[in-house]
């Protein structure tokens, strides 16, 4: 069949893509080989914010109940259940996809692609039927998938992925975790919580690399006192597969051998290349290269999301595809590229920031005053109980304009938006000071933060 | 993870950069404090360090191109970088070309002509604009009904008001150790907007250096916010021309440098100012500050303007110390090579147009300082002596602005008079 757009993967991309389209009034065809939504709603953010959720009720009951006056009897838990609301929340939104594909009328074809000169997909169903569909305008979608530890290759039972992480049939009694990044942390947190033995190792000085070095010594310490083994500039020697399950020679603070039932491998993830007869060329670490309107080395075939390279995030994706559908239809529109953005971890402490972090603008040379204020001076995280972490605020010298903003401890992934609004406007800290926050909420922080950086919080 | 570098900040002043020369070129090791570049701001070209370890991976900007500051200019590998590196790097700042930065298409300063093109809305029309411009515009005097906006619905955004040339700043450009001049409203606004008559096919554009701004900015800010006024004295220059001859004969015999007449001005004007300190002072806007120190700024012409070293705690410096200190400031004020703090924090300054045969001319108060001295040529011309005979005399004229705020009529005369006093008779600069 003719279309006016073919986007191939229906993920965070692919899928917003397509509806965009769609709603530009185009007729729109998404080919996906497995299931809408791709990792974030599958296999990602979704799933993994549900067995979150329950990690920390229950920590909370497990952990605090004697502070809250509860009493509990032999508190337990169903591991099949908890892995069950998971794959029931994914589900959901996947189907939830599927309606919205059908609302705008966009072809749902679930199938291989396989992308061919002149604007050709070749489609390949299961049961091995073949189709061919064409347009003028193609969106490639296809994504990211995880990388793997050479001398390490996943087996799917010992030595994982998030994917299989996340689905794990029985709880392991011990787990080494290979990459401290949002992934690796998450589930640290997760599998701790239950009673796992969880050692987080780390190549690079923190945990959380590329978050704010304050942020990541509140995560480290945090994570030590529940309980986790945090290694940082901690390397791989030797890492072998054993009956038992895995076993890892390391070298940081001191040589030692580590042993766990299960590895989960997130030292980060590797592009899935579109299939087919069709070279599109690639950027030095192997993504499709794109030029400021997405659009590939072949005219007329555009890419978008995790595939063009880092950051792998899913609203980074969202946006990506939006700008990259509006410049093919939309008359004058000058598609942008990502600059700003939030970057998330939603363990316990959360973890959120926006911008630069003040390593980065101390190497740059950018001229800054900071404005830190902890939970702890606040009313509302004592009413809660999650007095741990800041809100660290980076404002530029002379102008005032929010360089960053930095924030670990409670629903502090709900709170960047804020500052990732008062980056896009140019708002300046006085805009900030200007706005009244509500008492009492966690995000009076965020005013007194920038309070601090002038002499002008009330709390602290 | 490599890392960005931009153009960095090298004076509170400075928002765009001259990549002047590169030190390193693509490839080359870096160590933590090697030079990278060379760069060339509105005061001084800089050498520019770099902050970590690596391998300079990418160059955006060529030698000669300008930036804005912030922007990115070259990619640093870092050691433990290799391709395929796992993690998420932050997306660099967007690399601007040259051309978006390059100035080369404002004209000179009486005419805002690329400005001009922007419909200008009627009066009163509401200026659409974040914050962050706003703040920057009211900074930098920029006009913001003059300025297109590129942002959201054709909202004004920080980079177009970076982008746009400044029209009569609102208040002198604060100095570091000094206070800032108050605004005082800008009338040189309305004569900034009269454009100049559009170049023709011969005419040459000149886009501004850093310095010419600067120059700009500075001089427009003090000729409509001071209230100058002007004395002259002539002094008779043949006492301090003889004991000039008198020391570069010994100073030649024993291989010393050679005295100018302009050390010995300065020799001079030292001592008057420790005789009349008042002068040695700025306005604050609601005081007066008189310094203690002399930190006489010493006009030098360079390639494209001048700038204004500073010789700093000057009283009781020896005249061969003085000339020394001199000749090395304005040597390296010609090559650009003057670190900010030997050009910063004067407060007194002196202009000497003698050796361009120039007898006398008013030249204009450098804020926040309160006073300048135009010192002319000292020429041979007929004197009437105290005989009532005409003779042939060697004569000097100085001139002296000031910033009337902080120094009267009667107090400026008291310094030409004190200054008269020790170029007539040299000898008293020995008390």
């Known amino acids: 069949m003719n279309y006016d757009l073919i986007v191939i993967g229906g993920g965070p991309a692919g899928y917003v893509g397509a509806i965009r389209a769609a709603q530009l009034g185009k007729k729109v065809a998404c080919i996906e080989k497995e299931r809408a939504g791709g990792t974030c709603l599958n296999w990602g953010c979704i799933p993994t914010k549900s067995l979150l959720r329950n990690a920390e009720m229950y920590q909370t009951m497990n952990k605090r109940a004697a502070e809250f006056g509860f009493k509990f009897d032999g508190l337990s838990f169903d591991w099949n259940k908890i892995i069950g609301r998971s794959r029931d929340v994914s589900d959901k939104n996947a189907a939830g996809i599927e309606f919205l594909f059908k609302k705008h009328k966009i072809d749902y074809i679930q199938a291989e692609a396989n992308l061919e000169a002149g604007g050709v997909v070749k489609v390949k169903f299961a049961d091995g039927k073949e189709e061919s569909h064409s347009a003028p305008k193609i969106l490639v979608c296809t994504g990211c998938t995880a990388r793997a530890l050479p001398n390490l290759p996943f087996n799917g039972k010992t030595v994982i992925s998030s994917k299989e992480a996340m689905i794990l049939p029985t709880q392991p009694k011990s787990m080494l975790i290979i990459g401290a990044g949002a992934i690796g942390t998450e589930f640290g947190y997760f599998y701790n919580a239950f009673g796992t033995k969880v050692t987080l190792v780390e190549m690079l000085p923190n945990a959380l690399p590329y978050e704010d070095a304050d942020v990541s010594t509140v995560v480290e310490k945090a994570y030590q006192k529940q309980?986790?083994?945090?290694?940082?500039?901690?390397?791989?020697?030797?890492?072998?597969?054993?009956?038992?399950?895995?076993?890892?020679?390391?070298?940081?603070?001191?040589?030692?051998?580590?042993?766990?039932?299960?590895?989960?491998?997130?030292?980060?993830?590797?592009?899935?290349?579109?299939?087919?007869?069709?070279?599109?060329?690639?950027?030095?670490?192997?993504?499709?290269?794109?030029?400021?309107?997405?659009?590939?080395?072949?005219?007329?075939?555009?890419?978008?999301?995790?595939?063009?390279?880092?950051?792998?995030?899913?609203?980074?994706?969202?946006?990506?595809?939006?700008?990259?559908?509006?410049?093919?239809?939309?008359?004058?529109?000058?598609?942008?590229?990502?600059?700003?953005?939030?970057?998330?971890?939603?363990?316990?402490?959360?973890?959120?920031?926006?911008?630069?972090?003040?390593?980065?603008?101390?190497?740059?040379?950018?001229?800054?005053?900071?404005?830190k204020f902890p939970f702890m001076a606040s009313g509302k995280a004592r009413a809660i109980g999650e007095l741990e972490g800041f809100v660290k605020i980076l404002v530029g010298e002379p102008n005032g304009e929010i360089l960053g903003a930095h924030i670990v401890g409670p629903e502090a992934t709900e709170m960047i938006a804020e500052l990732g609004l008062a980056i896009t406007l140019e708002a300046t800290y006085e805009e900030i000071e200007a706005t009244i926050h509500a008492h009492p909420t966690l995000s009076e922080a965020v005013h007194e933060a920038v309070g601090t950086a002038f002499g002008k919080a009330i709390h602290i | 993870m490599p890392l960005p570098i931009e153009m960095p900040k090298?004076?509170?002043?400075?928002?765009?950069?001259?990549?002047?020369?590169?030190?390193?070129?693509?490839?080359?090791?870096?160590?933590?404090?090697?030079?990278?570049?060379?760069?060339?701001?509105?005061?001084?070209?800089?050498?520019?360090?770099?902050?970590?370890?690596?391998?300079?991976?990418?160059?955006?900007?060529?030698?000669?191109?300008?930036?804005?500051?912030?922007?990115?200019?070259?990619?640093?590998?870092?050691?433990?970088?290799?391709?395929?590196?796992?993690?998420?790097?932050?997306?660099?700042?967007?690399?601007?070309?040259?051309?978006?930065?390059?100035?080369?298409?404002?004209?000179?300063?009486?005419?805002?002509?690329?400005?001009?093109?922007?419909?200008?809305?009627?009066?009163?029309?509401?200026?659409?604009?974040?914050?962050?411009?706003?703040?920057?515009?009211?900074?930098?005097?920029?006009?913001?009904?003059?300025?297109?906006?590129?942002?959201?619905?054709?909202?004004?955004?920080?980079?177009?008001?970076?982008?746009?040339?400044?029209?009569?700043?609102?208040?002198?450009?604060?100095?570091?150790?000094?206070?800032?001049?108050?605004?005082?409203?800008?009338?040189?606004?309305?004569?900034?907007?009269?454009?100049?008559?559009?170049?023709?096919?011969?005419?040459?554009?000149?886009?501004?250096?850093?310095?010419?701004?600067?120059?700009?900015?500075?001089?427009?800010?003090?000729?409509?916010?001071?209230?100058?006024?002007?004395?002259?004295?002539?002094?008779?220059?043949?006492?301090?021309?003889?004991?000039?001859?008198?020391?570069?004969?010994?100073?030649?015999?024993?291989?010393?440098?050679?005295?100018?007449?302009?050390?010995?001005?300065?020799?001079?004007?030292?001592?008057?100012?420790?005789?009349?300190?008042?002068?040695?002072?700025?306005?604050?806007?609601?005081?007066i500050i008189e310094y203690a120190a002399i930190n006489l700024s010493v006009a030098v012409a360079v390639e494209d303007g001048l700038v204004t070293p500073v010789l700093r705690d000057a009283a009781g410096k020896s005249l061969g110390e003085i000339s020394e200190t001199v000749k090395d400031l304005a040597t390296r004020a010609r090559t650009k090579k003057l670190k900010p703090e030997e050009y910063q924090g004067g407060t007194f300054t002196l202009s000497n147009l003698g050796s361009y045969g120039i007898e006398s001319f008013f030249a204009i108060v450098n804020p926040p300082q309160a006073a300048i001295l135009s010192v002319g040529a000292a020429v041979k011309k007929p004197v009437v002596n105290g005989a009532g005979q005409i003779v042939a005399g060697q004569r000097m004229t100085l001139g002296l602005s000031c910033d009337h705020r902080v120094v009267d009529g009667s107090l400026g005369s008291q310094f030409l008079g004190e200054l008269r006093a020790f170029i007539e008779k040299p000898a008293l600069m020995l008390l």
């Open chain 1, 227 to 371: 309980g986790i083994n945090v290694l940082t500039n901690t390397k791989i020697t030797k890492a072998e597969a054993t009956e038992k399950g895995v076993k890892l020679t390391v070298s940081g603070k001191k040589e030692e051998t580590l042993e766990a039932e299960v590895a989960l491998v997130a030292i980060g993830v590797a592009p899935i290349l579109p299939t087919g007869s069709l070279k599109i060329e690639l950027t030095e670490r192997g993504y499709l290269k794109v030029n400021d309107a997405y659009e590939t080395s072949v005219p007329g075939v555009y890419a978008a999301g995790d595939i063009i390279g880092p950051p792998w995030l899913a609203h980074v994706a969202s946006f990506e595809a939006i700008q990259a559908v509006e410049g093919m239809f939309v008359a004058g529109h000058k598609p942008k590229r990502v600059t700003t953005f939030p970057a998330c971890t939603y363990a316990n402490p959360q973890v959120a920031s926006v911008g630069l972090t003040e390593g980065e603008a101390k190497q740059k040379g950018i001229a800054y005053k900071l404005g």
């Open chain 2, 10 to 287: 090298l004076s509170d002043t400075m928002t765009e950069g001259t990549l002047v020369k590169w030190q390193k070129k693509v490839g080359d090791k870096v160590e933590m404090g090697d030079v990278l570049a060379e760069i060339e701001t509105d005061k001084a070209t800089m050498e520019m360090e770099a902050f970590d370890d690596g391998t300079l991976a990418e160059i955006y900007v060529q030698e000669g191109e300008k930036v804005a500051v912030g922007q990115q200019i070259a990619l640093l590998a870092l050691p433990g970088d290799k391709p395929g590196d796992a993690a998420a790097p932050r997306p660099a700042a967007p690399v601007k070309t040259s051309a978006k930065a390059d100035s080369s298409t404002v004209a000179p300063p009486a005419a805002p002509a690329p400005v001009a093109e922007v419909p200008v809305p009627a009066s009163g029309a509401k200026v659409k604009a974040s914050p962050l411009a706003r703040r920057i515009a009211a900074a930098r005097g920029v006009d913001l009904t003059r300025v297109a906006g590129s942002g959201p619905g054709g909202r004004i955004v920080q980079r177009d008001v970076l982008e746009a040339k400044p029209g009569a700043p609102a208040a002198a450009p604060k100095r570091p150790g000094t206070p800032a001049q108050p605004a005082m409203g800008a009338p040189a606004a309305s004569v900034q907007s009269i454009p100049a008559l559009p170049a023709g096919p011969n005419d040459r554009t000149l886009p501004l250096s850093g310095m010419r701004r600067v120059i700009a900015e500075r001089l427009v800010a003090s000729k409509s916010t001071v209230p100058h006024f002007y004395l002259q004295i002539e002094v008779d220059a043949a006492p301090l021309l003889a004991l000039r001859s008198e020391i570069n004969a010994t100073a030649e015999a024993s291989g010393r440098g050679k005295i100018t007449v302009n050390d010995l001005v300065i020799k001079a004007v030292i001592a008057a100012l420790g005789r009349v300190p008042k002068v040695n002072a700025a306005w604050a806007g609601d005081a």
